[in-house]
């Protein structure tokens, strides 16, 4: 029978030990029952195997409980990991009740107090989102020092139907819509099944013990407000509301399959980055849902979005908190807004020395002149290497910087030169010069200078290559 090989098991056994559920055979139907979609969904979702270490983020309250118990009837090596948030005055009865849960099972139990409020302060944050950050900091942490392959929370249905109707509320794509993930990363939620009325009822048919968290009673939290005044008006229009949003939720999974696929074809065709520089080139293929998924992660809205793509002034700018966006003639450049300030510092290049900053490589070497092939890329230049002073200073350009392009008579402006090669507004701040003495004989990554050109009595070559990171 199927509760007869489970009870085979050592855990099993210890837990009718300590009775920490009690009644199992009294409701053996309905139990079995839960337990066996809990499987199903765990193997349905591939979210990981028999033999995986599961750390289990256990609150106290009944979904974590349940979860806990579920895993350890399933014959799971799992853990415990618990944190205390300094938040309410029912934490500290909250971590003795997970520890002696912990204890009971004989499984690790993992804890760690945070001063939520005031980390959330220093980095300007809400306390939700900094409550957030530091448990899935910490699960992650215990998850590779101590070899766990998973994390296991107890989000549920409800939770994601949740989230979906908050993300919807703010404005969202299909990721929005069809809720929580059962798999993301490291993070599995084996219980996304199951509605909390379920999970309640099989809590309280196996005589589980659980705390109340006292904060989910108040609307003042906007996840609260739905929870308990928007939900039960939909189950007023549709009583079978969860249900069809998990059927919705599998429809929309394949839809973001698809729309996955199409982007990453387009990005692939269209989207060059290069370091800290992106170039998202023009095409029919790209609308404004398609430039915002790309521009989402730089911090641009979705309205910021639609000017932009609307936009088609050459040199139109746009900023995000973190980037700095300008149309250009057949593509959108995007860079870090610290492009938007002057860079001073400058650096020097000695002979034969390869030169790395956070914003290039310059290497030069030197050879003599019988014995090299002088390309005519942009990024490489060549010189007379005895015309040269080392080191060479190499720094952001100047308003009012002159040159000799190679091939040209007279100087001519460096802001002029930028123009005549269409560099884009947002990419002229990080153009930058090589000096020798007090003469500029290349701007990097595009035309050397008529200064110390190579000509037939050089005897050996500085040789000059440039790459951005």
Not at 66 to 86: D, E, P, R, S
Not at 318 to 327: E, I, M, N, Q
Not at 329 to 353: D, G, K, M, Y
């Amino acid at each position: 029978m199927f509760f007869a090989d489970y009870a085979n098991n050592v855990q099993i056994k210890f837990l009718f030990r300590i009775n920490f559920y009690a009644n199992l055979q009294k409701n053996f139907t309905f139990s079995m029952d839960l337990l066996k979609d809990f499987q199903a969904y765990i193997f349905r979702e591939n979210l990981f195997e028999k033999s995986d270490k599961i750390l289990v983020a256990v609150s106290g309250g009944v979904d974590s409980v349940v979860l806990l118990h579920l895993l350890v009837l399933l014959g799971y090596k799992v853990g415990v990991v618990h944190c205390h948030f300094a938040l309410r005055a029912e934490a500290d009865k909250e971590v003795e009740f997970v520890k002696g849960l912990a204890e009971k099972l004989e499984v690790p139990f993992y804890f760690q107090k945070f001063e939520t409020a005031l980390w959330a302060h220093k980095e300007g944050i809400s306390i939700q989102m900094a409550a957030r950050k530091l448990r899935y900091d910490f699960f992650e942490q215990i998850r590779q020092r101590e070899h766990y392959e998973y994390i296991a929370t107890a989000h549920h249905l409800n939770d994601s139907l949740e989230t979906a109707i908050f993300n919807f509320s703010k404005g969202t794509g299909i990721a929005g819509l069809r809720g929580i993930l059962p798999k993301n990363g490291f993070i599995v939620r084996p219980l996304l099944f199951a509605s909390k009325a379920e999970i309640l009822r099989y809590a309280q048919k196996q005589g589980l013990e659980w705390l109340e968290d006292s904060s989910n009673a108040s609307c003042d939290y906007t996840r609260n407000f739905i929870r308990h005044k928007v939900l039960p008006l939909l189950e007023r229009i549709n009583p079978n509301i969860l249900q069809n949003f998990s059927e919705t939720t599998q429809r929309l999974l394949s839809a973001e399959k698809i729309w996955q696929n199409k982007l990453q074809e387009i990005e692939q065709r269209y989207m060059q980055e290069q370091g800290e520089i992106c170039q998202i080139r023009f095409s029919d293929e790209i609308d404004v849902a398609i430039l915002h998924h790309f521009l989402e992660k730089w911090g641009f809205s979705f309205r910021q979005c639609q000017d932009i793509y609307e936009s088609k002034q050459v040199g139109a700018e746009f900023f995000s908190r973190t980037h700095w966006l300008v149309r250009d003639r057949h593509a959108w450049i995007i860079v870090p807004i610290s492009f938007h300030q002057n860079e001073n510092t400058s650096f020097e290049l000695r002979e034969n020395e390869v030169l790395k900053t956070k914003y290039f490589e310059l290497k030069s070497e030197n050879f003599e002149n019988s014995n090299l092939f002088i390309n005519k890329k942009p990024n490489e230049a060549y010189f007379d290497a005895e015309k040269l002073q080392f080191p060479l200073r190499v720094r952001v350009w100047h308003r009012g910087d002159r040159f000799q392009p190679l091939g040209m008579k007279g100087k001519k402006k460096i802001s002029d030169f930028l123009i005549d090669c269409k560099v884009p507004k947002n990419l002229k701040r990080r153009i930058f010069v090589v000096e020798s003495g007090e003469e500029i004989i290349y701007v990097a990554g595009l035309r050397s200078s008529e200064y110390a050109k190579v000509s037939s009595e050089t005897q050996k070559i500085c040789k000059l290559t440039f790459r951005f990171i």
